[in-house]
């Protein structure tokens, strides 16, 4: 497998976070470089490019080593990244998302049918809590709607199948990105571009989730 740029981005983006990437955008395909040049390139704090370098240095993305600087006096840390660690950390986000699809497959499973929602998508709760609240949303008292979640499920599983199928290397431009943070509300994706015939408003819900906003707009570039 060819490690490109947009692997490793995507990777570290989910794994370390989206501040990271500057520091590994410069650091990439350089060698012992120092914490104060990488915070000069970057134009930072270097504190902040500290602290994203440990950060990276957890998930051994980069590794360092030190050297007193006999002029100054004191230690300067030299950094270099890691690019193979890169397929590890793929694989192992491919297995979590395995693991998470799957749990929220079982959730669902055990709901089927069963799931309230609110139009404003500040709660989607099952049957009790929605006789708990009195079928309103407890955060804007919109009152809650029946959300049948048949969509959510075959999405799922299709969404499991697909990684399955993957085995988490193969295809993996822009659909990784989507299959990371897709599983945050798989009816909203499903019900967004899809006339699934149920009748839920469902699109003022996708919009207001970033999440799957996120993953709705990878899902369609996907398809172009
Ligand atoms: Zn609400």
């Known amino acids: 497998m060819k490690i490109t740029n947009t692997k490793i981005y995507d990777t570290v983006k989910e794994v370390v976070g989206e501040d990271s990437l500057k520091v590994v955008e410069f650091l990439k395909d350089k060698k012992n470089i120092s914490d104060f040049k990488i915070a000069e390139k970057v134009n930072a704090d270097i504190h902040d490019i500290r602290n994203i370098l440990y950060r990276l240095y957890n998930h051994n993305l980069v590794s360092y ?104 290397f193969a295809k993996m431009g822009h659909g990784f990105a989507a299959a990371g943070n897709g599983f945050g509300n798989g009816h909203s994706i499903v019900g967004n571009g899809h006339s699934n015939g149920n009748g839920h408003k469902i699109n003022s819900v996708t919009r207001s989730n970033k999440v799957v906003r996120k993953a709705t707009k990878a899902k369609s570039s996907k398809k172009k």
């Open 65 to 168: 080593y030190r050297k007193k600087d006999r002029q100054k006096g004191w230690y300067i840390s030299y950094w270099t990244f890691n690019k193979k660690r890169i397929k590890d950390l793929m694989k192992n986000l491919h297995y979590s998302k395995i693991d998470k699809f799957t749990e929220r497959l079982q959730v669902e499973e055990a709901n089927r049918g069963n799931f309230y929602l609110c139009p404003n998508a500040c709660v989607r709760v099952n049957f009790e809590k929605a006789t708990d609240f009195e079928f309103k949303c407890p955060e804007c008292g919109v009152i809650l709607n029946h959300q049948d979640n048949g969509k959510t499920i075959e999405f799922l599983q299709g969404k499991i199948k697909e990684l399955h199928a993957t085995n988490g």
